[in-house]
């Protein structure tokens, strides 16, 4: 859970989206005993269809770590092929 920065939440019933920051993760945490994304998950609903009496809990869940926002600041550049022959 170190390396989670970010989640992102969607609701499959009435397509609402958020995403919750490190700060916001760390407060659902505090001391719930959630170490893992998943454990994390089984605690998110969505609180627009809870207040409509509708099923909450039909959620996808998107974790963002810490490698996924160096790869976005840093993408991998293919190298180009060498212009030297290859001798047998």
Do not use: W
């Amino acid at each position: 859970m170190d390396e989670l920065i970010g989640l992102g939440i969607a609701c499959e019933n009435c397509g609402r989206l958020r995403r919750l920051n490190k700060r916001q993760i760390a407060s659902l945490i505090g001391a719930r005993g959630i170490h893992t994304v998943e454990q994390l998950g089984r605690k998110l609903k969505c609180k627009v269809c809870a207040e409509q009496g509708k099923v909450s809990k039909n959620i996808s869940i998107v974790p963002y770590y810490r490698c996924d926002e160096a790869a976005s600041v840093a993408p991998y550049v293919k190298p180009k092929a060498s212009s030297q022959g290859v001798t047998r």
